[in-house]
């Protein structure tokens, strides 16, 4: 049981907190300014470490959501102390912990590494309440059974008990400003030299991600790994390009890279395909569900009040690359109906603050919930690489097998 010094907190806590207004209509971005800020101070200071965590929801009264399994303990509160909120904030009951939901998502992950089977995202909620697999459009139910029973034996029940549903849903894909002068940023255009059998250069094109650092102060670009072929170029002109280098270390199972460049500082390009508006990088966080970003890429420019709907815990897309630890994101009403498109790949993934400065999220690695029939690159819903998880990877050269070691973000000065 909770001892009354921590009760007494926790009511302290929740009546001394500002009371937001309710929105007139959907929430938005800039609605969700405070809870963004609160959800990066709890994640800045270990919530999701804790045991019992399950999630964080922005709700659409303005509140904020912690999801736990069991009752919160000290060190939880000690952690509200230091973060001062001044949110609505809830505990909500989970019935289980990301921890538990975690295991019983990578219990599943031997279906969707085999090629063989329909099955290609594992998701988990972020109210603790259970794993969802996905499965090719052919699934079908027969006699009216659950599609629970179409997998092998073995895989049916979860670690734990906790609940598995399983549903028809397409494979995501990946997705493959425009002239830019040193200093180089994200929201760029990037293009990766496929190699032609007659001479020249065979480009393709996405976006650069974020700016970051390692313990050198060597600086890189962090794109994604899909993106990567012979070389990293980026235009000078319509007909010319620039040589900005080679990948330095590329990990396909996590859909990252980083290219090598000491030009690049810690700034964003932001606004219209086309545009020269850049914002500055101020730190980065971790996503909640409800919560409403932004995407920005050389091929559909920038889009927000895109909403956080899931964690893919593991989604295979294709050519035998299956990732862990993605989160999904789905056009609203006020994004309008395109999250992404080809050419956006390894595009930044985040939030603008109250005074316009940007937050990174991640990095954009495929998508997928197609917008029209036949249609082969706008999409509905896209999933990302979260930045905490490409800072904390222990990089690696793969030209000369020298330790990288985790990098940090570049931040504007």
Not at 186 to 206: E, H, K, P, Q, V
């Amino acid at each position: 049981m909770l001892s009354k010094s921590i009760l007494s907190f926790l009511v302290l806590c929740l009546a001394v907190t500002t009371v937001i207004a309710l929105p007139a209509s959907a929430p938005s971005m800039s609605s969700q300014a405070e809870l963004s800020e609160a959800a990066r101070i709890l994640f800045e200071n270990g919530i999701a470490d804790q045991k019992g965590y399950a999630g964080l929801e922005f709700t659409d009264d303005n509140s904020l959501y912690i999801w736990w399994k069991g009752t919160p303990d000290t060190k939880v509160f000690d952690i509200l102390k230091i973060a001062k909120l001044k949110v609505r904030l809830r505990f909500m009951p989970a019935k289980f912990s990301r921890e538990e939901l975690n295991a019983a998502a990578d219990s599943l992950k031997p279906l969707v590494e085999d090629p063989n089977n329909p099955f290609h995202t594992i998701s988990i909620d972020f109210r603790g309440s259970g794993v969802q697999l996905l499965g090719d459009k052919t699934l079908k139910a027969s006699n009216g059974s659950s599609l629970v029973n179409q997998l092998p034996f073995k895989f049916r029940k979860l670690p734990k008990n906790v609940p598995l549903n399983v549903r028809n849903s397409r494979m995501q894909r990946k997705f493959s400003r425009d002239i830019p002068d040193p200093p180089y940023y994200g929201g760029m255009g990037i293009y990766s030299d496929f190699g032609s059998t007659t001479g020249g250069l065979n480009l393709a094109r996405c976006t650069s991600g974020f700016s970051v650092m390692d313990s050198q102060k060597n600086r890189y670009i962090l794109t994604a790994a899909h993106c990567r072929h012979f070389g990293i170029f980026v235009k000078k002109s319509d007909t010319q390009f620039t040589f900005i280098g080679n990948v330095t270390s590329g990990i396909a199972e996590k859909d990252v890279m980083l290219i090598k460049n000491d030009l690049v500082g810690g700034m964003m390009y932001d606004g219209p395909v086309g545009g020269s508006t850049t914002k500055p990088v101020i730190g980065y966080s971790r996503a909640a569900l409800g919560q409403r970003i932004c995407r920005t890429g050389v091929k559909t420019g920038t889009i927000c009040n895109l909403k956080v709907v899931t964690i893919n815990r593991s989604i295979c897309i294709g050519s035998g690359v299956c990732i862990d630890g993605t989160i999904q994101v789905a056009v609203t009403p006020e994004s309008g109906p395109v999250a992404a498109s080809t050419g956006d790949s390894g595009g930044p993934i985040y939030y603008n603050t109250s005074t316009g400065a940007i937050v990174g999220l991640g990095t954009l690695t495929s998508g997928g919930t197609y917008l029209y029939p036949g249609e082969t690159t706008e999409v509905a819903s896209i999933s990302y690489i979260p930045l905490n998880m490409s800072l904390a990877i222990d990089w690696q050269n793969e030209a000369t097998g020298a330790r990288i070691g985790p990098i940090s973000l570049i931040r504007s000065a």
